[in-house]
């Protein structure tokens, strides 16, 4: 892969956060951006050079858009594959839509990890009421029962405590194609940033230790406790597995449980993640630099963490408004997403604090 100059224009679909903060690190390397989405208000299209408002479906705005970048990324993975597929006939597409299809597909996800031997929950495939009950009956309750798709932040998900969940929780997630998992019995919850260049090399960051709150990430601390460390290279070598099989180029994040046993495979997202923003100011190379680094096929830059402990919390909702207060801590680093309304259960900002 040939390095792709700076002054060229990287097209990042998605109009987010995401997209805000890799338009930023492109930004810093000598890159333009122009970011495509559908909605009037992106957060990203505000720091970059261009933005197309408009479907993801509409093919005329796709091939236009094609035309105007010299490569292409993605902010989040809830993307038609059908209407994209053609723009990687024109351009180079980092990641691939190997990746794109495995990660937007729980069913996918979880068949592609248990191909690679990788332990997860018990799970099973449910279309229907029926399947349902004989899932819940072959996996035992407490159980979890999550859409295949569109899911994220808790969102499409409906627990099953007890015999009497089975009759509800169907209905409960739009009865809409799902899997139904099994609980795990584990100490963490912990997540692998992994950057893989187009030759395969790989950077890893330190594992963060993740707490989550209604089904959202809280928090993301580096460096993890010690069950987590002790079960990181494992975790990092079944990443590195992945994003081989894929042919990953770009960021990839793996999030695991740490059981007792070892580490159980949670979730796969091929893009980068909430709990790695702690990169920004916390490693040497943020996995915002080193995402773009890999797509326009760059050298990746070093992961050491910087200090002792770093800590990034969200900001959710309302706690956005404590901006003042944050700022009066020299130790905070506030990013604030610039999203105009705020609402509860939404990410409008994070602050990440290091201890030196």
């Known amino acids: 892969m040939n390095p792709l100059k700076p002054g060229s224009t990287i097209g990042i679909i998605g109009g987010g956060q995401l997209g805000r903060m890799l338009a930023m690190a492109a930004a810093q390397l000598g890159y333009r951006c122009h970011i495509y989405a559908p909605e009037a208000d992106s957060v990203a299209a505000e720091v970059a050079a261009r933005f197309t408002r ?55 996800e979880k068949t592609f990890m248990r191909d690679l031997g990788v332990r997860t929950a018990p799970w099973r495939a449910v279309s229907d009421q029926a399947d ?110 992945a994003g081989e099989a894929l042919g990953h180029v770009g960021v990839l994040t793996l999030e695991f449980f740490a059981a007792p046993d070892g580490p159980v495979f949670n979730e796969m997202a091929p893009r980068v ?35 002792r402990r770093v800590t990034m919390e969200n900001l959710i909702g309302a706690e956005a408004e404590g901006w003042a207060e944050i700022l009066a801590d020299p130790t905070a680093h506030l990013h604030l997403y610039g999203k105009d309304e705020i609402r509860a259960g939404r990410k409008m900002g994070h602050v990440t604090r290091l201890e030196v």
């Open 54 to 108: 408009a479907p993801y479906e509409d093919a005329a705005s796709l091939a236009a858009f094609a035309g105007a970048v010299d490569v292409v990324t993605y902010e989040f993975e809830n993307l038609p594959v059908s209407a994209l597929a053609p723009l990687a006939d024109r351009l180079p597409v980092h990641p691939g839509f190997a990746s794109l299809k495995t990660a937007q597909d729980r069913l996918a």
């Open 273 to 307: 993640h909430n709990s790695g923003h702690w990169t920004i100011e916390g490693a040497l190379t943020s996995q915002f630099e080193n995402h773009i680094r890999a797509v326009c096929g760059l050298p990746l830059g070093a992961t050491d963490i910087v200090g």
């Open 132 to 241: 349902l009950a004989a899932a819940a009956a072959e996996i035992g309750l407490p159980a979890i029962l999550k859409t295949r798709f569109l899911g994220y932040d808790g969102k499409g998900q409906a627990r099953l405590m007890a015999d009497a969940d089975i009759a509800t929780a169907f209905d409960a997630i739009g009865r809409q194609p799902a899997i139904l998992e099994g609980f795990v019995d584990f100490e963490a919850e912990f997540s692998i940033l992994m950057c893989r260049a187009a030759d395969g090399a790989c950077a890893f960051w330190d594992a963060p230790t993740n707490v989550h709150r209604n089904g959202i990430l809280a928090t993301s601390i580096v460096p993890p406790g010690p069950l987590v460390a002790a079960q990181a290279e494992q975790a990092r070598e079944i990443a590195r597995r």
